[in-house]
Every structure is written in structure tokens, then in C-alpha cells.
């Protein structure tokens, strides 16, 4: 059973838009929610997070959304760049317990 | 670069084989993961091992087993290959038992033929 779930497995955005991945989570245990980054052949890099406690964490032109009644989160780029272009991984914790990913969202960002 | 070395990049082996991956955390982190990622997988939790101990376990199948060496790196061995274990193998360090941040390694890609 997915406890964190990318129902998207692709997103392509022309470059300067904004780019919205999302993330669903199906555990309200979890408190602590990050979203990281991978390249092709490195491993995964941690981008952004937030707490539970807050709805809205802001990085540059990366921000993170909490709706915790949804269950809900989502990564906002604005504006993307083609560097940008990577698959990018949702993951969640409770407490202390070791993070839960998701299935990753691979994004394209055309110039 | 994350600090986390893992060796080897790349395994070819055949089934029913044993293999070792090595993984050298961040220097100064005291906890190593481990991580699968097959093909349509996300990242799924092995283990996690803290100043030498096991600390947490995940969906980790017993052919696999895992330990954290007095110097902190830590090795996971893979018993009885099968051709569904082939993945991405990645190792994970942070300072304390989880709630930093993880930085990873470039992992290990293991092909079982």
C-alpha cells in the first residue's frame, strides 16, 4: 500500500512557466514532508520542505503547499528553467521514522 | 557531490549469486540507509542502521542483510539473486536517527541476469 503517492508520472512545461507537481499522502501521521530532486546517474538531492505545522514554504522560485485536510502537497516552480528538468520524488516522515517516497515525477522543461 | 561514496556503480551478476554493496556516509553522519529503487518503484526503505545498530527495518526480504561497521560505513549483502532484485541500490547518510535531512549517494545498479 502507497502511503505517498505521484499519480503523475510525467509533466512537460515550456520554459518560464510555472511547473505544479503534485503528491498525495495517505498516512495523517506524517509531520514532515520534503520533495528531492534526481538527476540522471546521481543519487536523489534534497530540494525543499515543510512542516506541518505551516501550509507554505518558499526556497527562490521553489515553493511547497500543505493542505493537510487533502492530504495534499504540491512543488511549485516558477519559472522553470531547462535545468530544472529532473525527476522529482515526494517523501514524508513521522517523527523520527525513515522518510517514505513516492514514485517520482519526471519533468521536462522545453526552451 | 554528497559526501556519501557507494562502490561498485555497476554490478552484473547471474542468479543465485551473493553480492556486497559498500556505502561511506558523510563524514560526521552517524545514520546509514538503505534504499531499492526497481523499475516503476519509488524508493522503497531497507533498513537503517545508527552508530552501528539497526535502527529501523523496511520492506527488506531475508536473502538481504545488512551492518554498519565501527567506522560507520556500512555494507548490505544480497544472497540467492533473483532477477526482480534487480534495481538501483541507493545508501543514505544523516548526523542523527532522522529527523535531518538525507543526502545521498549515487548508488549502485544492480543487474541480475
Known amino acids: 500500500d502507497q502511503q505517498v503517492k505521484q499519480n503523475s508520472p510525467s509533466l512537460s512545461v515550456q520554459e518560464g512557466r510555472i511547473s505544479i507537481l503534485n503528491c498525495d499522502y495517505t498516512n495523517s501521521m506524517f509531520d514532515y514532508f520534503l520533495w528531492y530532486k534526481k538527476y540522471p546517474a546521481e543519487g536523489p538531492t534534497f530540494l525543499i520542505s515543510i512542516s506541518s505545522i505551516k501550509d507554505k514554504n518558499e526556497d527562490g522560485r521553489f515553493t511547497v503547499f500543505l493542505n493537510k485536510s487533502a492530504k495534499h502537497l504540491s512543488l511549485h516552480i516558477v519559472p522553470s528553467q531547462p535545468g530544472d528538468s529532473a525527476v522529482y520524488f515526494c517523501a514524508a516522515r513521522s517523527g523520527n521514522t525513515p522518510l517514505v517516497f513516492g514514485k517520482g515525477t519526471r519533468l521536462s522543461v522545453i526552451a | 557531490d554528497s559526501g556519501v561514496t557507494q562502490t561498485p556503480k555497476h554490478l552484473i551478476t547471474a542468479t543465485g549469486q551473493r553480492v556486497t554493496l559498500r556505502c561511506s556516509p558523510r563524514?560526521?553522519?552517524?545514520?546509514v540507509y538503505w534504499y531499492q529503487q526497481s523499475l516503476d518503484q519509488g524508493l522503497q526503505f531497507l533498513i537503517q542502521y545508527y552508530n552501528g545498530e539497526e535502527r529501523a527495518k523496511g520492506n527488506i526480504l531475508e536473502r538481504f542483510s545488512a551492518q554498519q561497521f565501527p567506522d560507520l560505513h556500512s555494507e548490505l549483502n544480497l544472497s540467492s539473486l533473483e532477477l526482480g532484485d534487480s534495481a538501483l541500490y541507493f545508501c543514505?547518510?544523516?548526523?542523527?536517527?532522522?529527523?535531518?535531512?538525507?543526502?545521498f549517494g549515487s548508488g549502485t545498479q544492480l543487474s541480475v541476469l
Open positions: 563524514s560526521g553522519d552517524l545514520s
Open positions: 543514505a547518510s544523516s548526523q542523527g536517527q532522522g529527523l535531518e535531512k538525507l543526502f
